[in-house]
């Protein structure tokens, strides 16, 4: 049995699941709807306050659909319940980040400031050097914050650019002077 298959998906107060033909998932809650299309040879049930995913036999692909199809749900669930969240660090003389309306503007060293605009359902803000990305689906908020980190990534001789708040720069040692 897949570990984190078998595991049942919890369904907290103010959430409401909506399992439709062909397994069209629709998870509603305070902070907002989220709907997905799960894969169709598994086999999900909504019983009571709970979601359970079984498999219907013992392909590798099923066994690989089995984990992934219950890890889609449950993080819709939490998206809905609570959100995610992602902070930036930007690190760097000169280096700064600041929101102007529903931009981004980054002046990360090059000859122009870079402007990125917050996708659909996401919202960043900027609170001195780092950057918080929030929104209901945990796909867009780390695809958007790994978009921005792009943009200047983390040097490993002084450190500079734009890294994961969490994220640890190996760093080396410079060139050897005499």
């Known amino acids: 049995m897949s570990r984190v298959g078998r595991l049942p998906v919890a369904i907290p107060a103010g959430v409401t699941v909506d399992l439709k033909e062909g397994n069209d998932l629709t998870v509603k809650g305070p902070k907002g709807t989220l709907q997905r299309v ?3 040879e598994m086999e999900v049930k909504v ?3 709970q979601i359970i995913v079984n498999r219907p036999n013992d392909l590798k692909k099923m066994k690989s659909f089995h984990g992934l199809t219950r890890s889609l749900i449950h993080n819709m669930v939490v998206g809905v319940s609570e959100g995610y969240t992602k902070v930036l660090e930007v690190n760097g003389v000169g280096y700064r980040a600041q929101k102007d309306g529903k931009k ?3 002046n990360l060293g090059y000859s122009h400031p ?4 917050d996708p659909e359902g996401l ?3 900027v609170d001195g050097n780092k950057i918080t990305i929030s929104g209901i689906d945990k796909e867009k908020v780390g695809q958007y914050a790994a978009e921005i980190r792009d ?3 983390p040097e490993p001789y002084k450190g500079k650019g734009i890294k994961y ?3 640890v720069i190996r760093r080396k040692v410079g060139k050897a002077g005499k």
Request: charge should be negative; hydrophobic fraction near 40%.
């Open 151 to 153: 943009k200047r990534r």
């Open 38 to 40: 799960l894969p169709a």
């Open 47 to 49: 019983e009571g306050d």
């Open 123 to 125: 919202e960043s803000s």
């Open 104 to 106: 981004l503007v980054l």
């Open 165 to 167: 708040a969490d994220e």
């Open 114 to 117: 870079i402007e990125m605009i």
